[in-house]
């Protein structure tokens, strides 16, 4: 049986977003939080807080992830969440982002497997697993300008106890344009002792089915833009049933009406709400002049008629 996860996704998949989508979905078996960023006051942000307290993550399977190349503020952060009653984080070396890559983190902390490997040792060094086990995943990206250097990063990974590798086949310097590297998903697919999770470009059924058609015994694929635009995708892959104008309708304004309480703020909910247009607009033909009015709107009485029209006029069109 497949297990899907929802990915990470900054401004978007936060903690208002999984509550939602769990209660009318609740087909995903793990749910990775928006990086978490360590400082050196051995303290979460209260943003950070909030993605993580129990309180805002009932009856869900939630994996924090951590942003850091620094090994005590990475202990340090593992400590805490596990008194939040985590057993689980994830290590970010996926981000692209060049802010992110600047400061030697994210994909960019691939840059240097020595410090990486340092890393690692330190981290499990501290971390007692025998006293308070926990899991550490990683979510990786291949390379940054290379797709050859991914053979010496996969190495430092098999040194470790990671629980799994979450492997996005695009190097830095792509983003998130080309298409992934299967050839080298591939390869790693061979010769990692860990788990292996496959992450990118999965949007529709077809995508997916292609996808074990070519490896038929990955067990686990990672779904971030498939399903923010698609929130039905999962249940299309695993039944068949498609997501109905309704349900869609129903999301939305579900998700709608979240941020509002979550966030006290007309300005601060349409900034999300835009966010997630920027996907969800995908799943509709023709709808260029509704996304354009959305994107414009200041005020929630003109964000909703702009939905409004949206829903009433454009077709949902799923591949």
Request: charged share 30%.
């Given at each position: ?102 400061k030697a983190k994210g994909s960019g902390f691939l840059n240097d497997i020595e410090r990486l490997d ?202």
């Amino acid at each position: 049986m497949m297990q899907f996860y929802l990915a990470p996704m900054e401004e978007v998949t936060g903690y208002v977003y999984r509550n939602v989508y769990h209660a009318l979905f609740d087909d995903v078996d793990k749910y990775f939080t928006p990086f978490i960023t360590p400082t050196q006051k051995k303290k979460l942000k209260t943003r950070d807080q909030k993605e993580v307290s129990p309180e805002n993550n009932r009856g869900i399977h939630v994996v924090p992830q951590i942003l850091t190349n620094h090994a005590e503020q990475f202990v340090d952060t593992c400590n805490m969440l596990m008194e939040f009653g985590y057993d689980e984080v994830n290590l970010n070396l996926g981000c692209p982002s060049a802010t992110v890559v600047k400061k030697a983190k994210g994909s960019g902390f691939l840059n240097d497997i020595e410090r990486l490997d340092q890393f690692f040792e330190e981290a499990f060094q501290k971390l007692d697993q025998e006293q308070s086990p926990l899991k550490i995943s990683v979510k990786t990206r291949i390379g940054l300008e290379f797709a050859e250097e991914f053979e010496d990063i996969l190495k430092i990974y098999n040194r470790y106890p990671l629980s799994e590798v979450i492997i996005h086949p695009r190097l830095q310097k792509d983003f998130y344009n080309h298409t992934p590297d299967l050839d080298t998903f591939s390869d790693a697919l061979d010769r990692s002792i860990h788990p292996v999770c496959y992450n990118g470009d999965l949007f529709t059924k077809k995508q997916y089915e292609a996808f074990v058609k070519r490896f038929p015994t990955v067990e686990r694929v990672m779904l971030g833009r498939g399903i923010v635009t698609n929130p039905g995708l999962v249940r299309e892959i695993r039944t068949g049933e498609k997501i109905s104008r309704e349900e869609l309708k129903r999301y939305h304004d579900m998700l709608y009406a979240a941020y509002r309480e979550a966030l006290g703020s007309d300005k601060d909910t349409l900034f999300k709400m835009k966010e997630v247009w920027s996907y969800l607009g995908n799943i509709f033909s023709n709808a260029d002049r509704y996304l354009k009015k959305i994107r414009k709107t200041g005020r929630s009485e003109e964000y909703l008629s702009a939905v409004k029209g949206m829903f009433e006029c454009c077709r949902i069109d799923m591949q």
